[in-house]
């Protein structure tokens, strides 16, 4: 089954312009390939996904090997902001950047409705 690219972009567009503080996002799969990104002007895609997989393959490690199950979400705090890795099924995994000011629980709230409309399109 063809993922479409085109509809992943659309709910990324209107997660970061809908919701407070967030700078951008990326659909990426586990080997470091953007699907769909809306990321800052400053920032290149691939390099961006590249790293949101490493991220997550270390994560996986750390999460074997403390005995902590398998890994929902990785989460790197910054001084100037948040960068936020959940997975999005088996073929993806969805990266959010938002800012210092961002209130963690309602992030966590809107990024849970994403994945929802995310999923139903990558599955």
Known sequence: MAINSEKLGHI????????????????????????????????DDERVSAMSAAMLSLGERIGKELVRGAIDRIYVEGNQGLSILTSCGEDAVFLVLATQQAKQGLLMLEIKRALGDLKSILM
């Open 12 to 43: 990324l567009k209107d997660f970061v312009s809908a919701t407070n503080d967030v700078e951008g996002a990326a659909i990426v799969t586990p080997d470091g390939l953007p699907l769909a990104t809306t990321l800052p002007s400053n920032m």
